[in-house]
């Protein structure tokens, strides 16, 4: 069961720091140790300086660059296991993260919206494991407008249904809210057929025991 693949910890759980931000997104930094937990379409918080103040967001992209050694070692016949375990552990190089905003919370408010400012560089960002937490900010669908906005910058039909199927897993499997959000999408793309098809294709795949959901 997927349940059972999925590692639910009340803990916060640092996965890097922040590389360059806007208000509208970032960029999150992390080494290779940093990897396992974090996942296309995980909600995260940027946690700024200033206390009481968090920036969510989906990661929608993860990008591993190479340098001049990686280069060499690929043109290598046989590198050594042990080679490439140092380049992996201890490479000068980030792992990136680019990550889509979706919210704020400031002063114990949450708000589905852009944030009055980006987080600042190194400012620590965390992976949202508490499913208390994602309950709370995925209770309202507001913050669904702010991912179809971004249709010409992210994969939105892949990032929507890995979100939905992290989502439902962190709330505990709760189907209730999995097609309350598959409806309020049927409604967002009543007249974008194109993009909402897919969507729901893509979600009937990923959770095949959620009833199925058409539009009217």
Do not use: K
């Amino acid at each position: 069961m997927l349940m059972d693949l999925f590692d639910d910890s009340p803990e916060p759980v640092e996965i890097g720091r922040v590389l360059r931000a806007s208000t509208a997104g970032f960029a999150i930094g992390s080494r290779v140790q940093q990897l396992s937990l974090p996942s296309f379409g995980s909600l995260v918080q940027a946690r700024p300086v200033q206390s009481g103040e968090a920036i969510y967001g989906l990661i929608y992209e993860m990008n591993i660059n190479d340098d001049p050694l990686v280069r060499r070692l690929v043109l290598a016949e046989n590198p050594r296991a042990a080679v490439i375990e140092d380049q992996r552990n201890n490479r000068l190089l980030p792992i990136e993260m680019s990550v889509l905003t979706i919210g704020y919370e400031l002063n114990g408010t949450l708000v589905h919206g852009l944030p009055p400012r980006p987080p600042l560089n190194l400012d620590p960002v965390l992976l949202c494991t508490d499913g208390e937490e994602v309950r709370r900010f995925t209770t309202r669908p507001g913050y669904l407008r702010l991912i179809l906005r971004a249709v010409n910058q992210v994969p939105v039909d892949q990032l929507l249904v890995a979100h939905i199927r992290d989502t439902y897993l962190r709330r505990g499997a709760d189907a209730a809210w999995a097609l309350a959000t598959v409806r309020e999408l049927i409604e967002l793309l009543r007249n974008n057929y194109d993009l909402l098809i897919p969507i729901l294709e893509a979600i009937s795949e990923a959770l095949p025991d959620l009833p199925a959901v058409t539009p009217a």
